[in-house]
C-alpha cells in the first residue's frame, strides 16, 4: 500500500515521464506538522527550472475548497534560489494563505538577486494540463476521494504588478501581454 507521499511523487513521476528531480527539504515551524520539500526539475519542460511543493496540503484552512494546494513555479532560470523560495514561501504560508487565484504574496525583498521580481501571485499552474493539477488522489484505500490534492501555479510578479492585481483584479492583469516564464521582463503595468 503506497502512503500519501508516495501516491503524489508517483503522479510526478508520471508528469515528467520518469525525470529524476532534486529534494530539498524545509523544516516545519509549526509543531506536530511535518516540513515541506521543494521537487525541483531541471530543464522541465525544455529550458525551464520547474518547482512542485509537498507539505502544503498538510495544513488546514478555512477557505479551503477543491482540494488541498500543493505549489509549482516555473521560470526561464538555472538559479535554484527560486525553488528554495517557494518552498520557504510554502512553508512559512501553508495553513495562514488559502492560495487560491488571484491571491498575492509579497516577498518582501528581490526573489534572486539577478531578477527585480519581488512578488508572486497565484493562478494555474502553467506547464500542467488542468488534468494534470486537480483531483490528485491520495486517500489511503476505502476512502478514496477524502484526501485530494491540486496543483496551483506560483507566478513571480513585480511589486508594481502586486498591487495593480489587488486594486484591479487577476483578469485585468492577466490579460497583459507578457512572457510568464521570464524573470528579467520589465513590469507590465
Known amino acids: ?40 526539475y531541471d530543464g522541465l519542460p525544455d529550458d525551464l527550472l520547474t518547482a512542485i511543493t509537498y507539505g502544503v496540503s498538510l495544513a488546514d ?63 494555474a499552474a502553467a506547464v500542467l494540463d488542468r488534468e494534470d493539477c486537480t483531483g490528485i488522489d491520495v486517500s489511503v484505500p476505502g476512502h478514496e476521494g477524502h484526501d485530494v490534492i491540486t496543483i496551483q501555479g506560483l507566478h513571480p510578479i513585480h511589486e508594481v504588478e502586486r498591487q495593480f492585481i489587488q486594486e484591479h483584479g487577476l483578469e485585468a492583469f492577466w490579460l497583459r501581454d507578457r512572457d510568464l516564464y521570464d524573470v528579467h521582463r520589465p513590469p507590465v503595468v
Open 61 to 123: 484552512h478555512a477557505d479551503r475548497r477543491g482540494g488541498a494546494p500543493e505549489l509549482c513555479l516555473s521560470v526561464r532560470s538555472t538559479d535554484v534560489i527560486w525553488a528554495h523560495a517557494l518552498g520557504h514561501l510554502a512553508e512559512s504560508l501553508r495553513g495562514t494563505c488559502s492560495f487560491t487565484y488571484g491571491d498575492t504574496v509579497s516577498f518582501g525583498e528581490r526573489i534572486t538577486p539577478d531578477s527585480d521580481m519581488t512578488a508572486f501571485v497565484v493562478f
Open 1 to 40: 500500500m503506497l502512503s500519501r507521499v508516495e501516491k503524489y511523487l508517483a503522479h510526478l513521476d508520471r508528469l515528467s515521464g520518469g525525470v529524476e528531480p532534486r529534494f530539498f527539504p524545509v523544516k516545519s515551524t509549526r509543531p506536530g506538522l511535518p516540513g515541506v520539500t521543494t521537487v525541483v
